[in-house]
């Protein structure tokens, strides 16, 4: 059964402390890798599609990875407002999820 | 803008209350989907409309069923809820050009649902 696990499953941070977070996947034939963050309260926003190993993408301080097992988000020099959940996802017969990250970055 | 509604945004119903909750959007896709999101955890598919085309997840429960009137309105009605259902519930879309499962999804604010 295809599976994607995400970790850890919370990170606290400095502001300006560089981390990267984890979202492994086993599955037959990836077509394809999300990445979404959500807000507290609120529905999951669209960042990153990363389709084959070695593509790379960027937004402000994010940047997207994807190997063939694994994808990394990498947050640089973070900000107290990327604080949220960071959701990855696998389209297969339907989006399966990730159970997310929670990142906390403090002032 | 282009985006995704769901009404209302906090909903609190009593046990086996019938309730509906609401999803329009504006970006004119042709698939809709429900998601069931319970705290900490990853947004659970429900079912989805593929234009008219009505798809329900082996696993939902049959207490919950959806409408979709026309392109942009879509429905999620829960007959009886539970203590269970109690949950956000996201509207998505995507175009459904081509290969559906790999189209990206826009998703809506979320409903808040709490069953008294």
């Known amino acids: 059964e295809d599976q994607v696990t995400q970790s850890p499953e919370a990170l606290r941070l400095q502001e300006g402390e560089s981390s990267s977070l984890n979202c492994s996947y086993t599955?037959?034939?990836?077509?394809?890798l999300f990445w979404y963050r959500q807000d507290p309260g609120k529905g999951p926003e669209f960042l990153f599609t990363?389709?084959?190993a070695g593509e790379e993408k960027e937004k402000e301080r994010l940047k997207a990875t994807l190997t063939k097992k694994e994808s990394f988000l990498h947050i640089t020099a973070p900000k107290p407002e990327d604080s949220a959940t960071y959701l990855c996802a696998i389209p297969q017969l339907k989006l399966s999820f990730g159970a997310g990250t929670t990142v906390t970055v403090r002032a | 803008d282009a985006m995704v509604i769901q009404n209302p945004r906090y909903q609190v119903t009593q046990f086996g209350k019938p309730v509906t909750l609401s999803c329009s959007q504006t970006l004119n896709h042709n698939v809709m989907y429900w998601y069931q999101q319970k705290s900490s955890q990853a947004p659970k598919l429900l079912f989805h409309y593929y234009d008219k085309d009505f798809n329900n997840e082996a696993d939902t429960p049959d207490n919950f069923q959806s409408r979709r009137p026309n392109t942009s309105f879509c429905f999620l009605d829960i007959r009886s809820p539970g203590l269970g259902d109690t949950a956000m519930y996201l509207c998505?879309?995507?175009?459904?050009?081509?290969?559906?499962?790999?189209?990206?999804?826009?998703f809506g604010p979320g409903t808040r649902l709490t069953v008294l």
């Open positions: 599955v037959s034939g990836l077509r394809g």
């Open positions: 990363l389709y084959s």
């Open positions: 998505a879309t995507s175009r459904g050009e081509g290969d559906s499962p790999t189209d990206t999804q826009y």
